[in-house]
Nanobody, 117 residues
Framework: QVQLVESGGGWVQAGGSLRLSCAAS????????MGWYRQAPGKQRELVAG???????SVAESVKGRFTISRDNAKNTVYLEMDSLKPEDTAVYYC???????????WGQGTQVTVSS
């Protein structure tokens, strides 16, 4: 079992920045890929950025150049630095961790990000 706790969401004006954190606990040795997803009202959940246990990263085209994902394995925490935020970035952001062997995905409770124009 893996538990994930997100923090750092909130309200910001367009052009501003936020940093999301996701702390993992439990069977952390089993975690491989970790990612940040978001879901806006009426839309499907989408992958925003991901990072492997080795540190390889990927980000969605819609946030490329503005969002950065990083991982501190010593703290079992993954971060999402969000700069130049736009109103269309408004969504609930979820952290996810995937177990290497089983590919089971665990999810955090989500944190709201609201960007006003």
């Amino acid at each position: 079992q893996v538990q994930l706790v997100e923090s750092g969401g909130g309200w910001v004006q367009a052009g501003g920045s936020l940093r999301l954190s996701c702390a993992a606990s439990g069977s952390i040795f089993s975690i491989g890929f970790m990612g940040w997803y978001r879901q806006a009202p009426g839309k499907q959940r989408e992958l925003v950025a991901g990072i492997t246990s080795g540190g390889s990263t990927s980000v969605a085209e819609s946030v490329k150049g503005r969002f950065t994902i990083s991982r501190d394995n010593a703290k079992n925490t993954v971060y999402l630095e969000m700069d130049s935020l736009k109103p269309e970035d408004t969504a609930v952001y979820y952290c996810s961790a995937q177990v290497r062997l089983t590919h089971t995905n665990y999810w955090g409770q989500g944190t709201q990000v609201t960007v006003s124009s």
